[in-house]
């Protein structure tokens, strides 16, 4: 206590940043960032999960959740029923010219026979909360300004961060971090990791809009792509989506999966499409109820190395989206967990050498799981985009049952390695041993 003849000085503001240190940083609370930091918590390791904006925050989606989601999800110990507020949803239907064939998602042993339809804003809170509950240390407002790293070794040592509203500088250190930051990825540039520009990059734009069809139970997926301001009408590699959200709206956007050499408006194009829904679906303008927003699609592994110099790239910030349906969302989770398994047998190791060993195998991991079916999600891709591909049938053929089979399972990644169907088996086969970098 101070005496009575001592004055009480204001609490010194602090010119240098203040620290803090963990066994791991991640940075970015999207869905990957969230599940790599829940896996690397629940082993016992002190990690700091970095988020800059505060949940419940926004982020441009399609809201729809195949069924590898749900798998890492339910490996979270999610509650997905329909109670705790999830919508369910059956399968994809596909339409294309005047055919539409519905697809039910298979029940397989390794993934579960539904989907499941959330808003991001919940979505992705839920996730961040559940990382927390397994011990890792949330911070949001936590706005990452750039790595620190050693002068010698240009090793990342940890990340300075603007903290709160006051942007007060804060340093943190840990010898791993992860960036996911989704697909801007600031703290990957900074390390140079930079895209490779022989991927091809996509777009996605989304709305919504009070519909009669919002509890619909199929994911819906229209192939035949087109800008009706062409004059050749020519398809472009991509699709439009509804997908009901059981709120009395449905999510409705387009994703075109590679846009080299194509300069067009996609929020007028997203107008446009929606302008020719049929009556049934009750759009009209004044249906609409938020603006059309979207951003890019990283795409086929497009940045790299995913480790090097301590520093692991997971979810869009390593590209990790499909090429041949533009999702994201499982893709994201499934490399955060390849992620935090990797950085926990690192972490055991006992040398520096063994360590950095141990991490090297990450970028293996995500090869070795998805450069095969990556492969063929861009072909899936160019057939879409490039109808003369399918013979003399040309954009017709794409409405035909059978292609539109192949396209469903070219799009879903959903095979099971000993099923008695020849076409799953062979996907299965091509997935794993086609070449990809
Ligand atoms: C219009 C559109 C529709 C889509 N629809 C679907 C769909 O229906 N299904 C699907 O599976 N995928 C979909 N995707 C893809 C999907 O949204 C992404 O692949 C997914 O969000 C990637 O997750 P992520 O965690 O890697 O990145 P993000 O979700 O982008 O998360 C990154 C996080 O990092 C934070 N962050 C960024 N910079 C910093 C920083 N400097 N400091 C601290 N934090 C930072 C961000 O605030 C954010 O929380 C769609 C994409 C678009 C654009």
Redesign the pocket.
């Known amino acids: 206590m101070p005496g009575p003849d001592q004055q009480v000085r204001p609490e010194r503001q602090p010119t240098a940043p203040t620290e803090d240190s963990a066994d791991v940083i991640v ?9 790599a930091a829940y896996h690397l918590a629940r082993t016992g390791l002190d990690v700091l999960l ?4 505060a949940f419940p ?1 926004e ?8 069924p590898r ?1 749900v798998k890492q999800l339910v490996d979270m110990g999610i509650d997905v029923s329909e109670e705790a507020g999830w919508l369910h949803h059956r399968g994809l239907r596909l339409i294309s010219g005047h055919r539409s064939m519905e697809f039910d998602w298979p029940e397989l042993s390794a993934f579960p026979g539904h989907g499941l339809v959330r808003r ?1 804003a919940d979505f ?1 809170e839920l996730l ?1 909360r559940k990382a927390a509950a397994a011990g890792a240390r949330l911070v949001e407002r ?4 750039g790595p620190l790293t050693d002068e010698r070794s240009g090793r990342i040592t940890g ?1 300075s ?1 603007k903290l709160g509203e006051e942007r007060r500088p804060v340093e943190y250190r840990a010898p791993i971090v992860v960036a ?8 990957s540039v900074a390390m140079k990791r930079y895209r490779r520009t022989d991927r091809a990059m996509g ?4 709305t919504y809009f009070t519909t009669p069809r919002h509890d619909d139970r199929y ?1 819906e997926a229209w192939l035949d792509l087109r800008d009706s301001n062409d004059p050749a009408r020519r398809l472009l590699p991509g699709y439009a ?1 509804v ?1 009901g959200m059981g709120d009395g709206t449905a ?1 409705v ?1 387009l ?1 075109v999966l590679d846009t080299t050499g194509t300069d067009l408006d996609w929020r007028d194009l997203l107008r446009r499409w929606c302008a020719d829904l049929p009556p049934g679906y009750a759009y009209t303008p004044e249906a609409v109820t938020e603006p059309i ?6 795409m086929g592994l497009n940045r790299q190395p995913h480790y090097a110099d301590g520093l692991l790239l ?5 590209g ?3 090429p041949g ?9 499934e ?2 967990r390849y992620a935090a398994e990797t950085i926990v047998q690192a972490h055991a190791r006992r040398t520096d050498r063994g360590r950095e060993l141990a991490l090297r195998a990450y970028p293996q991991k995500l090869r070795s799981a998805y450069a095969g079916y990556f492969a063929l999600g861009r072909l899936a891709a160019d057939l879409l985009g490039r109808p003369r591909l399918l013979g003399a049938a040309g954009a017709a053929g794409l409405g035909h049952p059978a292609l539109l089979k192949v396209a469903f399972r070219l799009m879903v990644n959903l095979t099971e390695p000993n099923s008695k169907d020849a076409l799953d088996r062979l996907l299965h086969l091509i997935g794993r041993v086609a070449p990809g970098r």
Do not use: H, Q
Request: glycine share 18%; hydrophobic share 35%.
């Open positions: 940075v970015g609370a999207g869905p990957a960032g969230s599940t970095l988020e800059k904006s925050r982020k441009v989606c399609g809201d729809g959740l195949t989601t991001r992705d961040a936590a706005n990452v300004a990340v961060v996911a930051d989704g697909n801007s990825t600031r703290l777009v996605a734009y989304r994911l989506w997908f999510n956007g994703g927003r979207g951003s890019a699609l990283p997971i979810g869009d910030a390593g990790t989206v499909s349906t533009g999702e994201g969302i499982a893709y994201a989770m490399s955060g």
